[in-house]
């Protein structure tokens, strides 16, 4: 939402705070005071060694901050889907065939009872 802001202004522009946002607005630009840059080299350094890497991965979080931060957010998944796995299995019901039996079925189906 703040970057569509400045996107759609630009930076030469200013938007009058409202006081709603008042409060928000401190907290958000004190975090911004305190976080760490990084060195806009090293980035683009790790980006080439992704690029020219022989099997790449689909997806790569750059910075030191990103992957303790999905270690907390999948711990955090885990554990609620632990705390719930007695529903989850129960949701599964009791099996009515197997696969191999519903595979076979189907192979052996002519168009018409499909």
């Given at each position: 939402?703040?970057?569509?802001?400045?996107?759609?202004?630009?930076?030469?522009r200013h938007i009058q705070p409202t006081a709603n946002y008042a409060e928000f607005r401190?907290?958000?630009?004190?975090?911004?005071?305190?976080?760490?840059?990084?060195?806009?080299?090293?980035?683009?350094?790790?980006?080439?060694?992704?690029?020219?890497?022989?099997?790449?991965?689909?997806?790569?979080?750059?910075?030191?901050?990103?992957?303790?931060?999905?270690?907390?957010?999948?711990?955090?998944?885990?554990?609620?889907?632990?705390?719930?796995?007695?529903?989850?299995?129960?949701?599964?019901?009791?099996?009515?065939?197997?696969?191999?039996?519903?595979?076979?079925?189907?192979?052996?189906?002519?168009?018409?009872?499909?």
């Amino acid at each position: 939402m703040l970057l569509g802001l400045f996107l759609r202004y630009g930076n030469n522009r200013h938007i009058q705070p409202t006081a709603n946002y008042a409060e928000f607005r401190k907290q958000f630009l004190t975090h911004l005071a305190n976080v760490e840059r990084g060195d806009p080299e090293a980035t683009a350094e790790a980006i080439l060694k992704l690029v020219d890497a022989e099997h790449p991965p689909l997806r790569l979080g750059l910075g030191t901050s990103i992957l303790p931060r999905a270690r907390a957010a999948y711990a955090e998944r885990l554990e609620t889907w632990e705390a719930w796995e007695d529903v989850s299995n129960a949701a599964m019901g009791e099996p009515k065939k197997s696969m191999a039996e519903w595979i076979e079925q189907r192979i052996n189906e002519t168009p018409d009872q499909a």
